[in-house]
């Protein structure tokens, strides 16, 4: 607790600290902290793409390292930062968990720690050879709210964070140069332009950079995104007078200079090496080798970034008291599922599993209720509405992430919901399909906000304008726009929310060569599980006419199901289908092949199953698809024809074996998936984490259930890990789910007692997830047990 002497005034900081973070209900040792099972190194390999720095639930600050491959334009993963890259070029104050775009998205003003003389433009190192530094895992510490990392170079930083601001302190050899750099302009995308004013009087260094372009490298229509479309404003105080200051553009240095602008723009390489703006101060450490910074960030102005660190860290406050802070932020959070049993590395992932689903949405609002909108203009807060949320993966987090957020954090779910509306609001109306901060990017396909805010609605959430959100979303799935026969950003980025809908309509499937979409197939899948949704919330409304509709609809996936071949299978206008086929291959769908693709009608699996020939059948081709011809499990990806865990499209696809009469079998995959696939160290996740996405499908796999289908609440039951598990309803009455027998060789479910009475099917309705109660398994190591094989049993 550096330069905090009086026992008082640690008092008064912490008593500051606890009553805008307060102290969990029931308190627990530090060994038994969930914060403290966490490890945010989880997913830093493998394509994961997570971060292990310093962030709080949904916060707006994620303050984490940009590594460095050698080239200033790029980095060494996705999101900033890869486990066996050991360089960083700076500290960054935003990121995205789990995007996959390389880079992401974000990785705005890195703030680097450097030991030696600033004498030349750290924008013309364009190799980061020297304005960087190696660093050791050794010296490297990452927790929950806090990231600690010692760098090669002799410097050291130590952060910690709040919602939206955060503090740091920065230790540098005493007997060598001290300089902190900001490097405005190197967000992981480049920029369009970026600012930096030092005020020498105040011990300040304040900025922005207004950058966006997340995929704008992607070469099936990345170009479309290389635009602006947020500012991040920042400003940084710190303890101690500056010995010297400087400002650099391009390759000009400045010393002495006080404000700088300029972009690098959202080329890469060549394109862009050598471009860009930032400044740095510098510190005498012959006498004090400590610095501490106070930072706060906004996307609406700098008042609002300064605001924010005002009313969010006490001005006395250290990062040790600041992290506590952070800690206690996440016991809460994670206390929202408490498990019994299972190994410390069973405990490890599945806490980490819910630390990185728990991250996002991310917020946007600034304190005072301000944020800004999709139309670029600051907006307040709706009525009623708690906080301004943004980061929507759409495609990704409609299968399982949202559906974790509502079940755990229903307000937060509404107020997200609310969040999309006002952006689509302010967007001509549309709902986009990915939204970054106040960006709408277009990335990926089918129209997930539709699936999303049906699910919300159905798992009980009500604190958003319910119907404004169906009226709008129906327009969006009934009334075509100009941008629906747009091919700008096509394939990956297509801007049309429901392209081509007026073909659409009429031919009641996309057709490849006509629809305006990364692939036909593929989208027809999507809106049909899209409709399929707003079916059900039409239904829960009392809108019957456009529930029946929407339901017809729903069922339109019948049209690109080809029964001559039994793969789903890309259609041309005239009705004819693309041929040669070949089900290994991705003609026609995003992402996936048709192997994959042709499992994705999680609304009608009993239809699909008729369709392939009856459900021995079925169940007979999904053991194909999990196992290779030997017996043995394909579950990693790399094979086109089978299952692949790192993406989404079939992530779903272990738990149809429930409607085929075979649950064993997936409570035998998921278990497979749930020991192999996942684990513990930085290669636990089986690819991007996609905002969260397979982290949710991982605490679900756990807790021994998983989302029958979008714009429902039921559940598929699986087989628990954990002896007992008490899943906190804010306001509610828990969800407590016990398996006595839980360890690795139980793995079957014998029986089931939901509150009490036998279940003999392998779902449970909504009155689970909306009213809670109990579910006690008897599992067992046998597969033959012979529960909910029957036809009562099924979900339908």
């Not at 493998?46 to 639930?57: D, I, R, Y």
């Not at 690098?264 to 101060?281: I, L, Q």
């Not at 990017?441 to 919300?456: E, I, K, Q, R, W």
Request: glycine share 12%.
């Amino acid at each position: 607790m550096r330069r905090l002497g009086a026992r008082a005034t640690v008092a008064a900081v912490v008593t500051a600290l606890a009553a805008a973070t307060p102290l969990p209900a029931v308190a627990a040792s530090a060994a038994e902290r969930p914060s403290a099972l966490v490890d945010p190194l989880i997913g830093s390999l493998n394509g994961g793409n997570t971060f292990p720095g310093a962030t709080l639930p949904q916060g707006m600050i994620a303050w984490s390292p940009t590594s460095t491959t050698g080239d200033q334009t790029n980095t060494g993963a996705a999101n900033g930062y890869h486990y066996d890259t050991t360089r960083t070029r700076g500290l960054s104050l935003t990121h995205v968990n789990g995007a996959g775009c390389h880079p992401g998205a974000a990785g705005d003003v890195p703030v680097m720690p450097f030991v030696g003389d600033v004498t030349s433009s750290p924008s013309a190192d364009t190799k980061d050879a020297v304005y960087a530094s190696d660093f050791s895992h050794a010296d490297e510490r990452a927790v929950p709210g806090r990231y600690t990392l010692g760098l090669k170079s002799g410097a050291k930083a130590d952060l910690a964070v709040s919602q939206r601001a955060g503090v740091a302190d920065f230790t540098f050899p005493a007997d060598r140069p001290a300089n902190l750099l900001f490097r405005v302009s190197n967000s992981l995308n480049g920029s369009e332009d970026a600012r930096v004013d030092i005020d020498a009087a105040h011990r300040k260094v304040t900025g922005w950079v207004h950058t966006g372009a997340f995929c704008g490298r992607r070469a099936n229509g990345g170009t479309n995104n290389r635009k602006s479309y947020y500012k991040l404003y920042f400003s940084a105080s710190f303890d101690r007078a500056f010995s010297s200051v400087g400002t650099w553009k391009d390759s000009a240095l400045s010393p002495g200079a006080t404000t700088a602008s300029g972009g690098e723009g959202y080329a890469t390489g060549a394109d862009r090496a050598g471009r860009g703006s930032g400044g740095w101060v510098g510190f005498d450490t012959s006498f004090d080798n400590d610095v501490r910074m106070r930072i706060g960030i906004s996307y609406v102005s700098l008042a609002g970034a300064e605001n924010n660190l005002r009313e969010e860290i006490p001005s006395r406050a250290g990062v040790a008291q600041v992290a506590e802070s952070g800690a206690r932020a996440w016991d809460r959070e994670l206390n929202s599922v408490r498990v019994d049993g299972g190994s410390p590395a069973r405990r490890t992932t599945f806490y980490t599993a819910l630390y990185h689903a728990l991250m996002q949405p991310n917020l946007i609002s600034d304190r005072d209720g301000r944020y800004r909108g999709m139309d670029q203009a600051i907006h307040r807060l709706a009525r009623g509405q708690g906080a301004q949320y943004s980061n929507f993966s759409g495609w990704d987090q409609y299968r399982a992430q949202i559906q974790l957020l509502a079940l755990l954090r229903p307000r937060v779910a509404g107020d997200f919901a609310q969040s999309l509306y006002n952006f689509a609001r302010q967007n001509g109306g549309v709902w986009d399909r990915w939204v970054h901060i106040s960006g709408a990017t277009h990335v990926m396909t089918g129209d997930p906000s539709a699936a999303t805010l049906a699910t919300f609605y159905a798992m009980g959430v009500r604190n958003f304008d319910y119907r404004g959100a169906f009226d709008s979303l129906l327009r969006q799935a009934t009334v075509p726009t100009p941008d629906s026969l747009s091919d700008a950003g096509c394939p990956g980025q297509c801007t049309g929310q429901r392209p081509g809908l007026a073909q659409y309509l009429v031919s009641q499937y996309a057709p490849q060569d006509a629809c305006h979409c990364w692939g036909g197939a593929a989208e027809t899948l999507e809106d049909a599980v899209a409709d399929s949704a707003l079916a059900s919330w039409a239904k829960l409304l009392g809108r019957d006419a456009d529930a029946k509709s929407l339901a017809g609809r729903g069922g339109w996936w019948r049209n690109v199901f080809n029964p001559a071949t039994g793969y789903v299978q890309a259609r041309k206008l005239d009705g004819s289908w693309v041929t040669p086929f070949n089900p290994g291959s991705d003609l026609g769908f995003a992402q996936g092949t048709s192997a994959t693709y042709t499992w994705m009608v999680p609304q009608d699996v009993q239809g699909l199953a008729a369709a392939m020939g009856g459900r021995e059948r079925a169940a007979q081709r999904l053991d194909g698809f999990f196992h290779k011809a030997d017996g043995s499990w394909s579950l990693r990806g790399g094979d086109a024809l089978r299952y692949d865990a790192t993406n989404e499209p079939g992530i779903h696809a272990p738990w149809l074996y429930n409607a085929l009469g075979q649950p064993s079998k997936t409570q035998a995959t998921v278990r497979q998936i749930v020991d192999t696939v996942y684990g513990t160290g930085p290669a636990g996740l089986p690819g991007n984490d996609d905002l969260g996405t397979m982290s949710a499908w991982y605490v679900f796999a756990a807790l021994g259930f998983y989302p029958k289908t979008p714009g429902s609440a039921d559940l598929l039951l699986g087989a628990p890990v954990f002896r007992r598990a008490v899943l906190d309803r804010p306001g509610g009455t828990d969800i407590v789910v016990t398996a006595p027998a839980a360890d690795d060789t139980h793995v079957y479910v014998a029986g089931v007692r939901q509150n009490g009475r036998e279940l003999t099917r392998s779902w449970v309705g909504p009155s689970l997830t909306l009213s809670g109660g109990r579910l006690d398994f008897r599992l067992s190591t046998d597969a033959g047990t012979g529960w909910a094989t029957g036809e009562e049993a099924l979900p339908h």
